[in-house]
């Protein structure tokens, strides 16, 4: 099996829902997690998790170090635009590593290795397009692509990299100018990109799901067990996810959920409070499913 490991420095507070997202990284045992962080918070890190603490600051410096020119770090958020380069920043912490990525937090994992095989690691350099989750091959070679690629038009990285705002160029960012996404589609360079995971709107309400015409019309929730993270409407399940990922949509957590099981509507979380509390649903079932509203949740909770 391909060894892979993510990279997520975060600078600040770590947001409430962390603790969900330790759970998901957690049930994917045979991939590995490198936190970053200043946030010194006691969590109950699973195995495969391993956080490295920093001062405040040290995380700017670290990123520094892999170049001789001034780099802008003013702000954490800026931190994305220096994805494409962790390779290099990081390469200390990814010896031995196959394949390494990138995330975001906002997100729940479902069953990482059902999505992402050994097939797929081996025929591809790198593994999906967008910034909230991405994977590249642990060589010389593709950790310098963002650096080293014709740029064909999109952003130069070196000023990129010099910009106190945020160029979204871990990613596709077309209204930037082109992110490395673009630039390696411009080099012709086959990437894998399936629609894997639930990237939903945050714009809306109720959950719509990008890039899924066939979810866009439905009504759904979504429920986490045994590390798999399904959508569902009335008749039952509608599709698993490698992710769902929330975009920083605000969720309120109703109790301290264990690995077994939760439910999320929108924008709720809870497990043994939903299922004891069926009806307290009641409101948001109908809108969501019309009628025979205890059949249908009982679908979910089951």
Not at 109 to 138: A, E, P, S
Not at 144 to 154: D, I, M, S
Not at 241 to 258: A, G, S
């Amino acid at each position: 099996m391909l060894s892979v490991a993510f990279v997520i420095p975060y600078e600040g507070k770590l947001p409430e829902y962390f603790g969900l997202w330790l759970i998901t990284c957690g049930s994917n045992p045979s991939i590995d997690f490198l936190v970053f962080t200043d946030d010194t918070t006691v969590y109950k890190y699973p195995t495969n998790v391993k956080p490295t603490f920093f001062s405040k600051g040290e995380l700017g410096e670290l990123i520094q170090k892999s170049f001789d020119f001034k780099v802008n770090i003013e702000r954490p958020y800026k931190f994305c635009d220096y994805r494409p380069a962790y390779g290099e920043i990081f390469a200390d912490y990814l010896r031995g590593y196959d394949f390494w990525g990138h995330c975001d937090i906002d997100l729940f994992w479902g069953n990482i290795r059902k999505f992402v095989t050994d097939d797929i690691l081996r025929r591809y350099n790198r593994i999906y397009t967008r910034g909230h989750c991405c994977l590249y091959r642990n060589t010389t070679e593709v950790n310098a692509w963002y650096r080293e690629l014709p740029r064909c038009g999109c952003q130069d990285w070196k000023e990129v990299y010099k910009v106190p705002e945020a160029r979204c160029f871990d990613e596709w960012g077309g209204h930037c100018g082109g992110g490395v996404s673009a630039i390696i589609k411009e080099n012709g360079i086959e990437v894998y990109d399936a629609v894997d995971m639930a990237d939903l709107n945050r714009k809306r309400g109720r959950f719509i799901v990008g890039r899924r015409k066939d979810l866009l019309h439905k009504r759904f929730c979504f429920k986490y067990g045994d590390g798999k993270i399904a959508a569902y409407d009335e008749n039952g399940e509608l599709s698993e996810f490698l992710y769902v990922h929330f975009q920083k949509r605000k969720l309120l957590i109703k109790e301290n959920i264990t690995s077994e099981f939760y439910f999320i509507a929108p924008n709720i979380v809870g497990s043994r409070w939903a299922k004891a509390n069926i009806f307290r649903c009641y409101a948001y079932a109908c809108l969501l499913f019309g009628g025979r509203v205890k059949r249908k949740l009982m679908i979910i909770f089951k």
